[in-house]
C-alpha cells in the first residue's frame, strides 16, 4: 500500500486512550500564518474564542467545542474553552478536513459512491474474462442513478444555510420541475472606499502649459460625479459571463462559511455625500461575525489593490467630460479606509459606518 503521512502528536508511555463524545458547534476556517500561531501559542488569548465563546461547553460526558481549520491545509484544532478567553482545553486534530468532509457526506452521496464502486468493480472483473469494451447504460446495476442524483442534490441543497425550503418531486414527466427551492431573504451590505481618478492630459495651446507627456491629471472625485454610469457601464464591460450571478463571490474561497452567507458581491461606483466613491454591493442571508467581517474587508482590501481593481484601472474609459479616464478603487495613501453600510429587508439604513478599515 501507498505509504501515509500526516501531523500527529504522540504521547509518551500512555496508560491508556478515553476520549469522551465530542459535539463540533462550529467550524472556523483559520487563514494565512493564524492557525500556525493558534496552534503554536494555545495559552494566548484568541479573538476566534472570545467571539464564541458562549458555544464551548461540558454537558455530562460531552464537550462541546469549536474547531478550527488549517484554510491551507487539512490539520485542526479542537477547543473547549471553559469560559476562558484562550483554549483551555484543546487538541490538535491530524487531517481534520477530512473528518469535516465525511461529515457534510449526504446518505445519498454514500449510497451514489458505493453504486459507482459496484460498477467499477463489475468493470474491472469482466476485464480480467478478456471483456475490453463496454458500455456505461449496460454496466448500470438495479439503482436508477437519475432518482438517486435527484435525491442526493436535494439533500446538499437541505444543508445549505441560506436555503429555507427544498423539495424534490420527481415525477419523470419532461418539463415538470424535479425541485421546488426558496431562498432564505436576503440583507444588502455595501462596502464603501475612495476612489483614484486620472485622466489623459487635454491638448493645450503652447508647449509651456502641457504636462509631461506620460503624466496623467488628477481628477478630484467631488468633480467626477457625472461619470458615474460611464464607469460603471465600463465595470459591467469589464465583467465576466460567469460573474452573472455572484460577481466576485466566484473567486472567494469556497470553502469559507462566508461564501454561503453572502450570496453576491458586485463592484460599482455611486455618488455619496457629493463624493463619487468605490462600492461593492453585497447581498446576504445572515449577518457575519466580527471576525467574519475582517476577513471579507481583508479580502476586499487585496482585491482592491491588487485583485480585481488593478485589471480594472489598466482599462480606458471614454466620458464627455474629461475624455479618456482610469479609474482605480485603491490608492497607497493613509486616507485609504473601507466603510460599512447595512441595509434592513425594506433597504432602510439599519447600521451605518459601524465598521471602519483605514490602511
Not at 446518505?107 to 460498477?119: D, P, S, V
Not at 475490453?132 to 436535494?154: N, Q, S, Y
Not at 476577513?295 to 480606458?316: A, K, L, V
Not at 479616464?325 to 453600510?341: A, G, L
Request: aromatic share 10%; glycine share 6%; proline share 4%.
Amino acid at each position: 500500500m501507498k505509504k501515509i503521512t500526516f501531523n500527529a502528536l504522540l504521547n509518551h508511555k500512555a496508560h491508556n486512550y478515553k476520549p469522551m463524545l465530542i459535539e463540533v458547534e462550529k467550524v472556523i476556517p483559520i487563514y494565512g500564518k493564524r492557525f500556525e500561531q493558534i496552534r503554536e501559542h494555545p495559552l494566548d488569548d484568541c479573538p476566534e474564542i472570545i467571539e464564541n465563546r458562549d458555544l464551548m461547553y461540558m454537558k455530562g460526558n460531552t464537550a462541546h467545542c469549536i474547531l478550527f481549520l488549517d484554510a491551507n491545509g487539512s490539520d485542526g484544532i479542537l477547543v473547549e474553552a471553559e469560559g476562558a478567553d484562550f483554549a483551555r482545553k484543546s487538541q490538535f486534530i491530524p487531517n481534520a478536513r477530512a473528518i469535516v468532509e465525511a461529515n457534510d457526506i449526504t446518505a445519498g452521496e454514500r449510497q451514489l459512491h458505493a453504486e459507482l464502486k459496484a460498477m467499477a468493480d463489475r468493470i474491472a472483473e469482466l476485464a480480467h474474462t478478456g471483456q475490453k469494451h463496454f458500455i456505461f447504460e449496460d454496466m448500470l446495476g438495479d439503482e436508477d442513478l437519475r432518482v438517486l442524483m435527484i435525491r442526493t442534490v436535494a439533500e446538499m441543497l437541505d444543508r445549505r444555510e441560506d436555503l429555507a425550503e427544498v423539495r424534490d418531486h420527481y415525477l419523470g414527466i419532461t418539463g415538470q420541475a424535479d425541485f421546488t427551492v426558496t431562498a432564505k431573504p436576503a440583507q444588502e451590505m455595501k462596502l464603501y472606499c475612495p476612489l483614484e481618478i486620472q485622466a489623459e492630459p487635454q491638448i493645450y495651446e503652447t508647449d509651456w502649459d502641457a504636462p509631461y507627456e506620460d503624466d496623467l491629471e488628477v481628477i478630484p472625485s467631488s468633480c467626477a460625479c457625472g461619470c458615474e454610469d460611464e464607469i460603471n457601464a465600463a465595470i459591467q464591460k469589464y465583467s465576466e459571463p460567469y460573474e452573472k450571478y455572484r460577481g466576485l463571490m466566484i473567486y472567494y474561497d469556497e470553502d469559507s462559511p462566508i461564501n454561503e452567507k453572502i450570496i453576491s458581491a458586485f463592484p460599482s461606483v455611486e455618488v455619496r455625500n457629493g463624493e463619487l466613491v468605490g462600492v461593492l454591493t453585497c447581498r446576504l442571508t445572515e449577518p457575519l461575525t466580527d471576525s467574519e467581517m475582517a476577513e471579507f474587508q481583508d479580502w476586499w482590501t487585496g482585491q482592491c489593490s491588487d485583485g480585481w481593481s488593478e485589471g480594472f484601472e489598466q482599462r480606458e474609459i471614454k466620458t464627455d467630460a474629461f475624455g479618456t479616464i482610469y479609474v482605480s478603487f485603491w490608492n497607497s495613501s493613509d486616507s485609504w479606509h473601507i466603510k460599512v453600510e447595512m441595509m434592513d429587508e425594506t433597504n432602510d439604513i439599519e447600521e451605518e459606518e459601524s465598521f471602519d478599515m483605514s490602511m
